[in-house]
């Protein structure tokens, strides 16, 4: 039986985000992206995935990080939301994290401007920003960016 808090830890520009694993369907080396006119500057594109094209979310819009050209070591993140397979672009994968049932909920509790983040978690010292994959798919870019909060230290 899963755990019930497992994330897949990912970075972009040395920040830490988090997804919930049950959304994860694996996680594969960047391919070619093939650019799509008219899309939001939150899709970079779209992959050919046995067949069928997968749209290829990119964070670093909403977060306010510089764009830059994909990396041979970036990873390709795919995710199953609904019905909808999507992929979203991660500079690196560091791994699966079972925090606690405790930190989770502190997390969860942060009140945060957008649906795309559920919460920051702290561990180690350092903030893990927590994403909702439900959110992606409708997701849009607010004027200036989404700014994220730092977590509080647990006494």
């Not at 019930?4 to 049950?22: A, M, S, V, W």
């Not at 070591?73 to 791994?95: F, P, T, Y």
């Not at 702290?122 to 909060?149: M, R, S, T």
């Amino acid at each position: 039986m899963d755990a019930p808090y497992r994330y897949l830890i990912f970075k972009l520009d040395n920040r830490n985000y988090g997804l919930p694993l049950e959304f994860v369907s694996r996680v594969i080396r960047a391919v070619e992206i093939i650019p799509v006119p008219n899309e939001t500057p939150l899709i970079r594109g779209v992959i050919n995935l046995h067949g069928e094209m997968v749209s290829v979310f990119d964070l670093r819009a909403l977060f306010n990080l510089p764009r830059r050209d994909i990396l041979l070591s970036d990873r390709l993140i795919l995710l199953a939301v609904g019905e909808r397979q999507l992929a979203l672009l991660a500079d690196a994968v560091d791994g699966i994290l079972e925090p606690r049932l405790i930190d989770v909920m502190r997390a969860k509790n942060v009140v945060l401007n957008t649906d795309i983040l559920d919460g920051v978690l702290e561990q180690g010292g350092e903030a893990i920003y927590l994403c909702n994959p439900a959110a992606f798919p409708q997701a849009e870019i607010p004027a200036g960016g989404i700014e994220l909060p730092e977590p509080e230290h647990a006494e």
